[in-house]
């Protein structure tokens, strides 16, 4: 999948956007392919900033482990006895298994083994690239480590790589329950918008597509949860912000649409991020992994079928 899924606004890289965008225009007239080299290279590989000391305490509680993946590895983190059922985290683009830390309490509380990890090319796992292809074969291969998963809990990205496990597994990745944040329906739109913010078309837009696709292993059309629907099985639950600004809020709607026994949750005020330390949003995560379905009966956030709820009335209140 399009590894730049999280990032319609902004490049993935330390270096400011006008200076990438001018080196690739300098650099494209005498050599076209290195300057789709540099833009596919600025594409799958993901920032990683500083642990936050709210998520060094989480991971400190929990059991450090290895698993092996290719020919390296990724970085996990258990909390719970290895007899609870197990519950994975997903976390989304330049994002770290750290930041679904505030999930773990509430399903822990609800008697799960709750497991997080570091996806390639973020967090403490080795390497530099990655995309939501990458992620959904750690999934996999998470899945296959620590045996039958009572529920996944995925973030942005993640979300989307969750699906694509799902699909591109044929059903071997069988979550019992799923719960979705935020997470974006494609690749390619993502990929036109990165186009556009470099200034990127033609020829050489297409020598850059070549590139991803080659690193990535798909076509970016195949990257689309709309192509996933025969496999997305389990009751899914899917929370996102109406005033998202990383993932639209259209792409719940058609995310919903494309996830049989699917129901979808909207928040307001909480962002992209924040929503993932909300504790109404952790509490309705864990009681549908635990199986009820009515999360949102009593909770002080919206649905398509209610008033959006709107943060400062909680607090007024």
Same mark, same amino acid.
């Given at each position: ?8 606004? $902004? ?31 600025? @594409?799958?590989?993901? %920032?990683?900033?500083?642990? &936050? ?15 092996? @993946? ?5 970085p996990t983190w258990t909390w719970g006895s290895d007899d609870r059922p197990a519950v994975l985290l997903v976390h989304g683009w330049e994002g770290r298994g750290s930041q679904l830390a505030p @999930? ?29 292809? #990458?992620?959904? !074969? ?9 045996? &039958?998963?009572?529920?996944? +809990?995925? #973030?942005?990205?993640?979300? /989307? /790589? ?15 329950? +799923? ?14 918008? @990165?186009?556009?913010?470099? /200034? =990127?078309?033609?020829? !050489? ?10 690193? =990535? ?8 949860? $709309?192509?996933?629907?025969? #496999?997305?099985?389990? &009751?899914?639950?899917?929370? #996102? ?5 990383? +993932? ?15 129901? !979808? ?7 992209? $991020? ?11 995560? /864990? ?25 400062? %009335?909680?607090?007024?209140?």
């Open positions: 999948m399009s590894t730049s899924m999280g990032l319609p606004k $902004r490049t993935n890289v330390r270096t400011p956007l006008a200076a990438v965008r001018a080196a690739i225009h300098a650099i494209a007239p005498a050599s076209p392919e290195v300057a789709a080299r540099l833009a596919a290279e600025v @594409f799958v590989r993901p %920032r990683r900033f500083p642990t &936050p000391s709210r998520e060094r305490d989480a991971l400190a509680s929990a059991r450090h482990a290895r698993v092996p @993946f290719g020919d390296s590895h990724l @999930f773990v309490a509430p399903l822990r509380a609800r008697g799960f083994r709750v497991v997080a990890f570091d996806g390639p090319g973020h967090g403490r796992a080795p390497g530099a690239h990655s995309s939501a292809v #990458h992620i959904a !074969l750690a999934v996999e291969r998470l899945a296959n480590a620590i045996g &039958p998963l009572a529920g996944i +809990v995925a #973030h942005s990205v993640g979300g /989307a /790589a969750t699906a694509l496990a799902m699909h591109f597994t044929h059903g071997a990745v069988a979550p019992a329950r +799923v719960v979705l944040v935020a997470p974006p329906v494609s690749g390619r739109r993502f990929f036109d918008g @990165f186009c556009e913010m470099l /200034a =990127i078309d033609g020829e !050489l837009r297409d020598a850059v597509l070549e590139r991803v696709t080659r690193e =990535i292993g798909v076509a970016l059309e195949a990257v689309d949860v $709309r192509t996933c629907t025969e #496999h997305l099985r389990a &009751p899914m639950l899917l929370l #996102h912000d109406e005033a998202d600004r990383e +993932v639209p809020f259209e792409d719940a709607r058609t995310f919903v649409s494309a996830w049989p026994k699917s129901k !979808l949750v909207v928040t307001s005020g909480l962002g992209h $991020r924040a929503i993932l330390r909300d504790p109404d949003v952790t509490a309705a995560t /864990a009681a549908f992994i635990a199986g009820e379905d009515d999360v949102a009966t009593g909770l002080p956030f919206g649905s398509l079928e209610r008033d959006l709820f709107v943060r400062s %009335r909680r607090y007024a209140s």
